[in-house]
Structure formats: structure tokens, C-alpha cells
């Protein structure tokens, strides 16, 4: 059978601490126990961090295709695929992220959704982000006048 000892520490106040603690303390408390109330405080605000529900779909790094909205189905085996990437990246799995992911998707083109999944996939990315034009893709052609070249050959092209 273990019995529970109680473990003793010795503190040493200055005068401002203990000044504080003579302030702050209820009458009849001693010095001892507004420490330890003090500590009671800080372990209960550590405990009450862990809000977010142990049931929640999202939280595993396999998730199923019922999962993902009747909208988006036809990228569901890409988003599935992209899953344990982003949570092995150390990304936040929960039902809200994914929810924000699934708005995050819908507001890209639909001909971007594919191409935005695949290369979040291919570079490990935490995050989805739009696809990026190339600004040397179609250039509009300089009908300028200034711009028109003279040749011998052709004159003004």
C-alpha cells in the first residue's frame, strides 16, 4: 500500500512578496496557502485546454470519401490522398479546418481545383493555394505603332 507525503518547500519572500501576499490573502489564510491556492490555479488552467472533441472525424489521418461535401465528390480521392500529408506536416485536423479547406476550394475556379489538390500534394504543402498564372503566358500582342519592326524584306511588320 503507497501512502501520499506531502512534500515541504521552503521559499524565501523579500519584503515586497511578502508584502503582496499579506495584501492579496484572506484573513485567517496564511502565507502557505495563497501559494498553493496560486499553484492550484495555474494546474486547473492547464487541464481545461483540451476542448477540442476526441469524436471528431477529421482528427484521424485517414478520412473516407462521406466525409467531403456532395460539391466537392469529384476531388474527394485527391483530398483523401492529401490528408496524411498535411497532418504529417504537423497541420491542424478538425472539423473546422477541414470545413475552412472545403471553402478554401470552392472559391478557386473549378478548372483550378484539380491542379491546386495535386500540388499541394506533390509539395507536401499544410495549406491549399490558388494556382498562380504565368505572366509570360499569353501577352497580349503590342499593336503599337512604335512597336512595328522595319525589314528590307517586309517593310513595316
Not at 501559494?35 to 478520412?63: A, L, T, Y
Not at 492529401?82 to 478554401?104: D, E, H, M, Q, Y
Not at 503566358?137 to 524584306?153: D, G, I, L, M, W
Request: hydrophobic share 35%; proline share 5%; charged share 35%.
Amino acid at each position: 500500500m503507497e501512502t501520499k507525503k506531502d512534500i515541504k518547500v521552503s521559499v524565501f519572500l523579500d519584503k515586497e512578496m511578502a508584502a503582496f501576499i499579506d495584501e492579496n490573502k484572506s484573513y485567517g489564510m496564511r502565507r502557505s496557502d495563497y501559494m498553493r491556492g496560486i499553484v492550484w490555479e495555474k494546474m486547473k488552467r492547464k487541464k481545461g485546454k483540451n476542448s477540442q472533441p476526441v469524436d471528431d472525424p477529421f482528427e484521424n489521418s485517414c478520412i473516407t470519401a462521406d466525409l467531403i461535401p456532395d460539391d466537392l465528390k469529384r476531388y474527394s480521392d485527391l483530398f483523401i490522398e492529401w490528408w496524411p500529408i498535411r497532418k504529417k506536416k504537423g497541420g491542424v485536423c478538425s472539423t473546422k479546418v477541414a470545413n475552412r479547406l472545403f471553402n478554401t476550394l470552392r472559391s478557386f475556379p473549378s478548372q483550378d481545383r484539380k491542379e491546386a489538390l495535386e500540388k499541394a500534394i506533390t509539395g507536401g504543402w499544410k495549406d491549399l493555394f490558388p494556382i498562380k498564372k504565368s505572366k509570360f503566358a499569353e501577352q497580349p500582342k503590342n499593336n503599337h505603332p512604335a512597336s512595328r519592326v522595319f525589314t528590307a524584306k517586309g517593310g513595316f511588320q
